[in-house]
Every structure is written in C-alpha cells, then in structure tokens.
C-alpha cells in the first residue's frame, strides 16, 4: 500500500523552501485531520529541528516521516556534490551527512535533488559524473551504518543539467552495489523529460524508492492536466508499496492546496496499489 505525506519545512525557513506547509506543530496537526500518513521534512542542516520535539509530534498526531528533502541544501546554502572545488564539495557531503544520520533516527529516506550538483561550466560531464559518484560513496558509507536510503531525484533540464530522466539516474547509478541507493521520480519533472510516465515507471520499478507527486503545473494533482491514471496504474503494475510525497506550490493558500491534493488522489489510492483508503 502506497503511503501519501506532505512537505513541510520550519516556520523559519526562507523562500527556498519548497514546501506546502511552514511550522511544524500547526503543519503536523493539519496533516492529520487532513488524511496524510507522514511529513516530509525539507531541511537545511541538521540543526533546523529537534529531534526530540519532531518525534513528539509523530507520537501525539499519529504520523510517520516519510523522508527528508535537501533542496535548501543548494538553493540556501550553495552547496552540492559535485562542485569542482574540493573545500565546498567536502562541505556538501559533511552537510548531507549529518542529514543522513538524522534519517537514520527517523528511520526515513534522505532526497538528492539539485543538491547533486550540475556540470558546471568548461567541466566535462564525466567529470562531473565522478565528483558525484565519488561523493555519494561517502554518503553510503554512512547511509549503510545508520540504515537510511539515499534517493536520487531526475529534474528537468530547465533547473538543472545533470540527470534529467529516470532512465539516466539508473544508467549513472547502475555500477553502484549498494541497497541502500535508489531513485526517487517526480512526477512534475517527468512530464517534462519522459516520453511516458508510465512506460518510465514500469520499466525502472526496480530502482523506484519514493515518488514525489504534484500535477503537470506544479500545483495540487487535479489543478492540471497530468493523468494519475497512467501514473498510478503504473505503480500497481510494479507493485509499488512505498512512499508518495505530495510536493506542490501552495497556492492558492497552503490549506487549499494541501485539501485538494488528498481528495483527488485518494481514489486512485482506493482503486490502485493495494486499496489504501487513507487516514481521512
């Protein structure tokens, strides 16, 4: 049974935060009465939370984390695993370390979108491929011990140009022999690269860990022309039983947003993937 959360990031975090709700007791609250099973946490260091406080709101409004997004990571702080220079390529891995560490406490995923880096300019993509690898390593190295996985997020070229689709997320991670690595799809980016949602779905099920859902436009899945149809039966093709995020523009209030998005995909949770009926 796929599980639905919700991104969420401190009432503190700035403008790069790319997430539906802000403040944590409030967010947790509203995610329960609304009918989603988890939070997911977008954060910029380690130091954005108290564990003990987040466990605490896990316990009192019934509700898991689902993973952890590091997009403040490149967008706040300018830091990803690539980078050309060594003392900020060592300074994104001891941050998305730490990060990885504190999954491991939630027993939760830790997200590599942009934070991956890119090709930077007079850089040669296979140099750009090694930094990266290279630095990954570092961060399985800790993800084996603490029993967290690292998800790799295709986005767009228009943000990024460096793994685009799911296809080159498998190809670039195929050589690496760990569990503990896989590839996280999103569904906004891959109406943009794949030549079907669908088709990518299936044919890299295998490597698919988590999923990130929001519709064609960036908003609530229903406020746009995506067909969860083919996104969901997908899904049930590849017996997918693991985590949907729900990572959308909080417009046209955060409340809405988030209102919409559980009432238009809780039928194809009902229909597909096992028959969750959700929490609501």
Known sequence: MIKIAVAVADEK??????????GFDSSFKKAEQYGYDGIELALRTRQDISEHEIKSLCRQYHLEI???????????????????????????VQVLSDLVKLA???GCMVNLGRARGSVAPGQRREQTERLFLDSLSKLLFVAERVGTTIIVEPVNRYEINFINTVAQCADLLKGIKSKYVGIMP????????????????????DNIRYIHLADSNRLAPGWGHLDFTEVFTALDKIGYAGWASVEI????????????????????????????????
Not at 13 to 22: K, Q
Not at 79 to 84: E, G, H, Q, S, W
Not at 186 to 205: A, L, P, T
Not at 258 to 265: E, G, R, V, Y
């Open 13 to 22: 975090a700035g403008p790069s935060a790319f997430v539906v709700w802000r």
């Open 66 to 92: 689902s993973g952890i997004s590091t997009g403040q990571v490149f967008a706040d702080l300018g830091l990803n695993l690539a980078d050309p220079d060594n003392g900020r390529r060592a300074e994104a």
């Open 104 to 106: 491991g406490e939630f």
């Open 186 to 205: 999103d569904v906004f980016h891959m109406n943009i690269e794949e030549k079907s949602i669908g088709k990518s779905i299936e044919e890299y099920g």
């Open 249 to 280: 523009l909080p417009e046209p209030n955060p409340d809405g947003a988030a209102a919409h998005a559980i009432k238009t995909l809780q039928p194809f949770l009902q229909r597909f993937c096992g028959g969750r009926k959700g929490r609501g």
